[in-house]
């Protein structure tokens, strides 16, 4: 299953994803969310792969390379950590990253670890012997095949990709929190189309839910396509200005793709989330990639932002 997952997934970004504010930004978040669309776990690996690539380019002017699937491990809880070290000219990581995302299937990863108190981003080889993957550790149906795993790392090589603030200080930070809305909001057009292939003969109910549904995504799908011109128009921007434009897009998407959930469900009963397995994971799926935001959370540090 993982062999074919990770062959599925090399065709998926074998032609590279245009770079947020390069132009192309709006093509670039409709190619993610066709991927979430089609499914949102692999969409999900899609994107990692995509964001490293465009982390990649902006501080250190290379890309990924044919053959290769990268994610971006960066999840920071107070425990566990990894550690960086710095021993004979080589940079080694030890210690345990959770939430890694393609944790058995990715070939490489963008990985922060901490350097003297602080975070710093490294490129890590997987195949090294050091790389030790959890399996089994995930128990919710949604998202299980993203294969999100804690991974171990025990002297691990470990290239620096630019300084310690390099990672957190780029513009493209920005970007690439807001590109994630576009994956959300190609899951919600899937979770969307149960109703609207059972809408032949449908009562004035389900069409209201409909319509209530269409009006939600055209409004994520306008801030997204709105978003990706003011990022393309000034692509450096740095300041707060990006994060305010990423967690309104978030915000907005978030909404909207649970108006569908909730919706659909009441358009249509149990009956698919029971019955039809490719909707029942989505819903599933889509739940759990929205916790992705950090919900009130979010919205206080937007509202800070706009005060």
């Keep these: 299953m993982a ?5 599925r997934l090399l065709e998926d970004t074998h032609d590279a994803f245009p770079l947020p504010g390069h132009g192309e930004t709006a093509e670039r978040w409709l190619r993610l969310a066709q991927a979430c669309r089609q499914d949102i776990a692999e969409g999900r690996l899609v ?5 490293a690539d465009a982390i990649l380019h902006e501080i250190t002017g290379r890309r990924t390379e044919p053959g290769q699937l990268w994610g971006v491990w960066a999840a920071e809880p107070a425990h566990p950590v990894v550690t960086a070290t710095h021993r004979s000219g080589t940079w080694y990581l030890d210690g345990t990253k959770p939430w890694c995302s393609g944790a058995s299937i990715c070939t490489h990863a963008l990985v922060t670890a901490r350097d003297r108190g602080s975070s710093r981003l490294f490129a890590v080889t997987l195949c090294d012997d050091g790389v030790h993957p959890s399996e089994g550790t995930w128990t919710n149906a949604g998202m299980k095949s993203s294969d999100t795993e804690p991974v171990e790392f025990d002297r691990v090589p470990a290239s620096p990709v630019g300084t310690p603030p390099s990672y957190l200080e780029r513009p493209g930070f920005w970007h ?5 809305a576009a994956c959300w909001y190609g899951g919600a057009i899937g979770v969307a189309d149960a109703l609207k292939s059972r809408l032949r003969g449908a009562g004035p109910h389900q069409l209201a839910h409909m319509g209530a549904i269409d009006s939600a995504l055209a409004g ?17 921007d ?10 309104r897009v978030r915000a907005i998407v978030e909404q909207a793709a649970a108006q569908v959930i909730d919706r659909v469900g009441r358009a249509l009963g149990a009956a698919p989330l029971c019955q039809d397995p490719a909707h029942a994971q989505r819903v ?6 929205l916790r992705q935001s950090h919900a009130e959370a979010d919205l206080a540090a937007l509202g800070e932002l706009s005060a």
């Design 220 to 236: 994520a799908r306008w801030a997204l396509l709105g978003a990706a011109g003011e990022i393309d128009a000034d692509r450096e």
């Design 176 to 180: 690439g929190a807001a590109g994630v």
């Design 47 to 51: 994107e990692a792969h995509a964001d």
């Design 238 to 247: 740095r300041t707060k200005c990006a994060r305010q434009r990423a967690l």
């Design 284 to 289: 599933a799926d889509l739940t759990i990639y």
């Design 3 to 7: 062999h074919e997952l990770r062959t």
